[in-house]
């Protein structure tokens, strides 16, 4: 099983975590338990003038692998929203993957 995200931005990958910085400054953080899923991505360069004028000169995508499937599991993935340059203003929010 894997869970594809595509992101706009500077995505900048670490261990059970990926940090998106937006073009206008703004920052989300997605987490998730490395031990459950290993991440990778793929960085698209975009050339369509109508699709850079949204989403800026590339797309990113995250992709997260279960490390062990099964006939049936669940992965949970959250998202922090970074207000401001440090992160004393934040809002969580979640999500979670099933599949049987």
């Known amino acids: 099983m894997a869970l594809h995200h595509v992101l706009a931005g500077l995505v900048e990958l670490g261990e059970g975590r990926a940090t998106v910085t937006a073009p206008d400054g703004s920052r989300l953080v997605m ?5 459950d899923a290993a991440a990778s991505v793929v960085r698209k360069e975009l050339d369509d003038p109508l699709l850079t004028e ?6 990113t995508r995250i992709t997260l ?6 006939a049936q599991g669940r992965l ?4 922090l929203i970074v207000d401001g340059a440090d992160e004393a203003g934040k809002n ?9």
């Open 92 to 100: 969580e929010l979640s999500g979670l993957a099933q599949h049987s």
């Open 54 to 59: 949204s989403w800026g000169d590339h797309l």
């Open 31 to 35: 987490y998730w338990n490395p031990r």
């Open 76 to 79: 949970t993935v959250r998202w």
């Open 65 to 70: 692998t279960v490390r062990c499937p099964g």
